[in-house]
């Protein structure tokens, strides 16, 4: 049996005694998007209706509303390390504890969890920016060349491939930031550098496993396309990659 199976076994196994529990905390992590949209679409009736001039409001809608959502973001982002609080430490207990998804929301938890996910963020920008640049060039180009090719089927074709392509790179890029959240969870008196050095020390020649792990996991993704198997899937990801996180941090601690 492959590493990548184990886990996918051991995952299932939690699962099977915490179904309910991994689902009320999925639905926890989505109340924060829901907030932030309902937030930003008052935000841009009340533009509409304030302006009446269309392109001028179009324009506030722009200004106004992004960067609303994206500080509401980053207020709430605390929300999805405590998700996989719950999930890390059930890796080793065997239970969900529902309490973990809200552990960051004391005050100096909030911080520290706000502080490490900000530099997160601010070190995948440029990465992002990069991996996404063929699909915005595509969009920019597409959009001087008129509606006809815009519309037409090759161009939906080619936007798709590139939207894939990108967000493919973007998650390899991203593996190399794999255990910030677990060590975080691990080690609560490191400074948010010291959680990315340690990462960088575990993840070291071990990304590949993780990308074995994904991988496996593309048949369960296609299934998304569907809502049902995504209250499953989404769930059974997140234990695995939790447990594949356990698994390798205790690799590169018995290394040392």
């Not at 060039?137 to 990108?166: C, K, M, P, Y």
């Not at 995504?230 to 390798?248: D, F, N």
Request: hydrophobic residues 50%; contains cysteine; aromatic residues 12%.
């Amino acid at each position: 049996m492959s590493a990548e199976a184990i886990i996918k076994s051991q995952a299932r196994n939690i699962l099977k005694h915490n179904f309910v529990k991994a689902i009320i905390a999925l639905a926890i992590l989505t109340l924060p998007l829901t907030i932030i949209d309902g937030t930003t679409t008052i935000t841009s009736f009340a533009v509409i209706n304030l302006v009446s001039d269309e392109a001028t409001a179009n324009i506030l809608v722009y200004v106004i509303g992004y960067p609303i959502e994206i500080i509401m973001g980053f207020l709430f982002s605390p929300i999805i390390n405590g998700y996989i609080r719950a999930f890390y430490r059930a890796a080793y207990s065997n239970t969900i504890d529902l309490r973990d998804v809200f552990y960051y929301f004391n005050v100096s938890r909030y911080i520290h969890a706000l502080s490490l996910n900000i530099r997160l963020a601010i070190r995948m920008l440029l990465p992002v920016l990069l991996c996404y640049l063929p699909l915005i060039t595509f969009d920019i180009i597409s959009s001087h060349i008129g509606a006809d090719f815009t519309e037409s089927t090759l161009s939906h074709n080619l936007r798709f491939l590139l939207t894939v392509l990108s967000t493919v790179l973007v998650v390899l890029w991203s593996i190399r930031y794999f255990t910030v959240f677990t060590v975080s969870i691990d080690n609560e008196q490191l400074t948010p550098q010291q959680v990315f050095a340690y990462n960088k020390y575990i993840m070291q020649n071990r990304s590949g496993n993780v990308i074995k792990l994904l991988v496996s996991f593309i048949p369960w993704m296609l299934l998304c396309l569907l809502v049902l198997p995504m209250l499953y899937v989404i769930p059974y990801m997140t234990q695995s990659l939790c447990i594949s996180a356990k698994w390798t941090t205790k690799a590169a601690i018995e290394v040392n």
